[in-house]
């Protein structure tokens, strides 16, 4: 059973950074790509970072390369999100999501490439 619980938004100001947490209470972590994506009220859900098994490859979107960096702790079942240079456009609501178990990497970047979802993180920041 996959259960994603992502913590650390919250309000900063534009320059600032914050780092999001996800955290798996499953089993099979280590096994299973996982992706950040956000999401603003009337606007589709978007691709933000995605990583893979043990961290050896990871991928961005174009607007945050540079500025976030993704990362994970196959000990802890954590996967990271740490945001740096943070602008106002980047207000959204964060998610974690994970692949299937054991589906290799190939830069997932839809969200129908993710199977399970966290409930996500409201990240502000003001100009």
């Known amino acids: 059973q996959v259960q994603l619980v992502e913590s650390g938004g919250g309000l900063v100001q534009a320059g600032g950074s914050l780092r999001l947490s996800c955290v798996d209470s499953g089993r099979t972590f280590s096994g299973r790509v996982m992706g950040w994506f956000r999401q603003t009220p009337g606007k589709d859900r978007e691709f933000v970072a995605g990583i893979s098994f043990r961290g050896t490859y990871t991928n961005y979107a174009d607007s945050v390369k540079g500025r976030f960096t993704i990362s994970r702790d196959n000990a802890k079942n954590a996967v990271y999100l740490e945001m740096n240079s943070l602008k106002p456009e980047d207000t959204a609501v964060y998610f974690c999501?994970?692949?299937?178990?054991?589906?290799?990497?190939?830069?997932?970047?839809?969200?129908?490439?993710?199977?399970?979802w966290g409930q996500g993180t409201q990240v502000t920041v003001s100009s």
């Open positions: 999501a994970a692949d299937g178990h054991l589906v290799p990497w190939k830069s997932q970047t839809k969200v129908s490439d993710y199977h399970y």
